[in-house]
């Protein structure tokens, strides 16, 4: 497949466009003062890449002008591709019970390959599509890890007909200045049937909510809460036992992850949800932030959904050094993806130090970037709508990199800790899943 300098220029302004728009809503928590001239930084290049983007498109003779952004918009499911995964806008309503049989199709942890180097800032690969036909779709890109992004104050439940909604006890965290902290949530979904998702809505409390990942999973008492404080105290943070189903790193917004029409991730009846929640105050006061989760029934379900969720935690960066900590996933022909990010910590992501996390899909030979992050806090999201989703050919293979650059004085290892540890993730949604990868077993990744 060949693109136009018209069409690589429009590509070019879009993707810049996004990160301009989502800049002016979004504030997120910075763990580091000098990441504060990072920002600055940042905004400048991202100037300078739309300016050579519209002087390439007068040379070509188009305009490089992008669409309208879907980001902040009041509807979820509004135009401009990146809003919804299914193409449709809106939340899935309607309860489909006839066909939510089994567990979800999720994750979680599987191995990987790590390798030191001192080179930094630049994943060396190709980007684009592979040449011919067999070219893999070009993404859309989301936001907070998954489909949509709203800014809003509170997150309203729905109604019974569409889904329910789940939030965190009043008062359940309080959180002190300069700490943070992990904790887990513990809570059965409400009702006696097998019910399928056609969408995750979630809120979660400005000024100390960082992200929250939702798994599922059998152990913990319902409406229970475990875990405290990792750093700044006493204490011991919260290592959830499940698979991955859902996950968000905004604040202050209502962040959707919407399958595609007629596809659903199936839940059983009586089936536990962890909500593993990282929380941290860089303020001068303390605040006790709240989560809130809509679960919204798919309508009319005919393929069933999955994640598939690849991580490797072989990761030792010595002071001063680089490491690239990498892993491969094979699914099965004919998945079709339509939502792709990361997941790492603040060494695996700043554009101060070079550090950045890269997917990349393998096909004849042709290396293609599919999602290239460099700030930890709102990860990179390619997203495919139909009919043009992500579909997986014989031989095709997802590969990841996390690419850490340790600045500080102490090792890195893997760890909840934003401060000290690390984590290296890739998280892809699919259908039709027909293998269950629960726990530590996922049979496509190594």
């Known amino acids: 497949m060949v693109f136009s300098a018209?069409?690589?220029?429009?590509?070019?302004?879009?993707?810049?466009?996004?990160?301009?728009?989502?800049?002016?809503?979004?504030g997120t928590v910075l763990l580091l003062a000098g990441e504060a001239k990072m920002r600055i930084l940042h905004f400048m290049g991202l100037v300078a890449i739309l300016a050579v983007a519209s002087i390439a498109a007068s040379i070509a003779g188009c305009s490089?002008?992008?669409?309208?952004?879907?980001?902040?918009?009041?509807d979820p499911g509004s135009?401009?591709?990146?809003?919804?995964?299914?193409?449709?806008?809106?939340?899935?309503?309607?309860?489909?019970?006839?066909?939510?049989?089994?567990?979800?199709?999720?994750?979680?942890?599987?191995?990987?390959?790590?390798?030191?180097?001192?080179?930094?800032?630049?994943n060396g690969s190709s980007s684009g599509s592979s040449s011919g036909d067999a070219g893999p779709a070009l993404p859309t890109r989301g936001c907070g890890q998954a489909t949509s992004c709203t800014p809003a104050d509170d997150l309203a439940p729905p109604a019974a007909a569409d889904g329910f909604q789940i939030a965190t006890p009043d008062n359940a965290f309080t959180i002190r200045p300069n700490t943070e902290a992990y904790y887990c949530y513990f809570k059965l979904i409400p009702g006696n049937a097998a019910i399928n998702v056609g969408a995750f809505q979630s809120w979660m409390t400005p000024g100390a909510s960082h992200h929250f990942i939702l798994f599922t999973g059998n152990n913990g008492a319902d409406n229970t809460v475990s875990?405290?404080?990792?750093?700044?105290?006493?204490?011991v943070g919260c290592v959830p036992q499940g698979s991955w189903v859902y996950a968000t790193s905004t604040a202050g917004e209502i962040i959707e992850l919407k399958m595609p029409d007629g596809v659903g991730l199936p839940m059983p009846a009586g089936q536990m949800f962890i909500f593993n929640i990282h929380l941290i105050n860089t303020g001068t006061t303390a605040i006790s932030p709240k989560i809130k989760l809509n679960v919204?029934?798919?309508?009319?379900?005919?393929?069933?959904?999955?994640?598939?969720?690849?991580?490797?935690?072989?990761?030792?960066?010595?002071?001063?050094?680089?490491?690239?900590?990498?892993?491969?996933?094979?699914?099965?022909?004919?998945?079709?993806?339509?939502?792709?990010?990361?997941?790492?910590?603040?060494?695996?992501?700043?554009?101060?130090?070079?550090?950045?996390?890269?997917?990349?899909?393998?096909?004849?030979?042709?290396?293609?970037?599919l999602v290239h992050s460099?700030?930890?806090?709102?990860?990179?999201?390619?997203?495919?709508?139909?009919?043009?989703?992500?579909?997986?050919?014989?031989g095709d293979q997802f590969q990841y990199d996390c690419h850490f650059v340790n600045k500080d004085a102490t090792l890195?290892?893997?760890?909840?800790?934003?401060?000290?540890?690390?984590?290296?993730?890739?998280?892809?949604?699919?259908?039709?899943?027909?293998?269950q990868t629960q726990g530590t077993l996922n049979p496509y990744c190594n």
């Not at 490089?64 to 009041?74: E, L, M, N």
């Open 6 to 26: 018209c069409e690589i220029a429009s590509h070019a302004a879009t993707r810049v466009a996004m990160q301009l728009d989502r800049a002016r809503w979004v």
């Open 64 to 74: 490089a002008a992008p669409p309208p952004s879907t980001f902040g918009s009041t």
């Open 79 to 122: 135009s401009g591709g990146s809003s919804g995964a299914g193409g449709s806008g809106g939340s899935s309503s309607g309860a489909d019970a006839s066909s939510g049989t089994g567990s979800s199709g999720g994750n979680d942890q599987s191995g990987g390959s790590s390798s030191s180097t001192s080179s930094g800032g630049s």
């Open 227 to 235: 875990g405290g404080v990792v750093s700044g105290g006493a204490g």
């Open 296 to 369: 919204l029934y798919a309508k009319n379900a005919t393929a069933t959904a999955g994640a598939m969720v690849s991580f490797n935690a072989g990761i030792a960066v010595q002071p001063g050094a680089t490491q690239d900590v990498t892993g491969s996933c094979s699914p099965p022909a004919g998945s079709k993806f339509f939502a792709f990010t990361t997941h790492v910590h603040r060494h695996g992501g700043s554009t101060a130090t070079g550090a950045f996390t890269d997917v990349n899909l393998m096909r004849g030979g042709t290396k293609t970037n």
């Open 374 to 394: 460099t700030d930890w806090e709102s990860p990179d999201v390619a997203l495919w709508s139909a009919p043009n989703y992500l579909t997986v050919q014989s």
């Open 412 to 435: 890195v290892t893997f760890g909840e800790t934003a401060a000290t540890g690390e984590m290296c993730m890739s998280i892809g949604y699919y259908f039709p899943a027909t293998v």
